[in-house]
């Protein structure tokens, strides 16, 4: 039985982490997984159900990497497996030590989609490449992943494969009643770039239109964003000036959002930036309308009047007028909308599939 240790170090309980719960719980029983993280959380406390747990010091990244090493010894792991750029590059460190470790990097999201400069960005791009040497296969989630991987990197091609995140069956959150235009939804922590201002900004311009108009933010709101203006104060104060304090509400983090997204039918997402995001085809894999930024792997799964709605970055004009649009559908052109996005997470994006495809490379592994 190979042993694969999931390098990933996360304080919150977000995409990344959902994709790896829904991998290993459904594989553990072929497969002995270990998690190396840096802080006791949801995330590892969930782990624990699925395999062992390893806390390490992340401040200093050799002492970092002798850590690991440590752990690659004791417990003969077979496959390291990193999900974001510095654990990828601890990764490669290892890879240094140990020629016989298997490095898998899962590109969920990479440098070009970052809030950093055009020069750092240059930077890592090349520190990528250097370091390429000691990643034995790169797993995208998206084209959009692989051609940065390609152009920016100059990843060689027969490094890469392209897998897609896999997505759990919603089925259970699949409206019963009538269709609700008026009551949104968004699933996102409280980050900056996920696009709250974007979203409360169009509530505004849809209020201006009906006051019935509201959406339910679900997602941890006590993140540390190092700017009031991107807390949840900061929203409240922005909802305030725009005079629609009366139409959101925060829910903070709800681990099974099942039962509050089964009374909605609309999902948006205006993030500023994105990899694939699992709340958009959660919310197809339940048959509702997802309205999100036209950003990263997002048209890849949405095609807009088609399997959902797509609005330009930051565009929160544009956002209201996609609502408005789905308004004046014909509810039979809005049922077809949630079925060809149903089909989308169905034939390419259910987690089973994924979980199969996962299996196939890690049995390629000698």
Not at 201 to 208: G, I, K, P, Q, S
Request: glycine share 4%.
């Amino acid at each position: 039985m190979k042993t694969i240790a999931i390098v990933r170090f996360a304080a919150s309980f977000g995409g990344i982490e959902h994709q790896i719960i829904n991998m290993v719980s459904r594989s553990n029983k072929n497969y002995k997984y270990i998690l190396i993280t840096h802080i006791k959380s949801e995330f590892s406390e969930e782990f624990k159900k699925y395999g062992k747990v390893f806390l390490i010091d992340t401040t200093k990244l050799f002492e970092s990497k002798k850590r690991i090493m440590k752990i690659v010894d004791e417990e003969s792991i077979d496959i390291l497996q990193s999900h974001m750029l510095r654990e990828h590059y601890i990764c490669c460190l290892c890879k240094m030590v140990s020629k016989k470790i298997y490095h898998i990097f899962r590109v969920h999201t990479y440098i070009n989609c970052s809030f950093i400069s055009s020069y750092k960005k240059f930077l890592y791009h090349a520190l990528s490449k250097l370091l390429s040497r000691f990643v034995d296969l790169y797993l995208p989630i998206s084209k959009v992943n692989y051609d940065e991987l390609c152009k920016y990197s100059r990843i060689n091609k027969k490094k890469i494969r392209i897998l897609h995140d896999g997505v759990r069956d919603m089925s259970k959150a699949t409206s019963s009643g009538d269709f609700d235009y008026y009551s949104l939804i968004m699933i996102a922590n409280l980050v900056y770039g996920k696009g709250h201002d974007v979203a409360i900004r169009a509530l505004a311009e849809l209020v201006a239109k009906d006051k019935k108009y509201n959406i339910t933010f679900i997602g941890s709101t006590d993140v540390d964003n190092g700017n009031d203006e991107y807390s949840l104060n900061g929203f409240n104060k922005l909802a305030k000036e725009l005079n629609v304090l009366d139409n959101i509400k925060f829910l903070g983090y709800i681990k099974d959002v099942t039962s509050v997204l089964k009374d909605k039918s609309i999902v948006i997402l205006p993030s500023y930036s994105e990899g694939t995001p699992n709340c958009l085809l959660e919310a197809m894999s339940a048959k509702k309308i997802v309205v999100a930024s036209s950003v990263g792997g997002v048209p890849e799964f949405v095609e807009d009047s088609v399997s959902g709605f797509l609005h330009e970055n930051k565009n929160y004009h544009e956002l209201a007028n996609k609502v408005l649009k789905i308004k004046k559908l014909p509810k039979s052109i809005i049922n077809e909308i949630a079925d060809n996005g149903y089909n989308t997470w169905l034939n390419e994006y259910n987690v089973e599939k994924i979980c199969e495809e996962f299996k196939k490379i890690y049995e390629e592994v000698e």
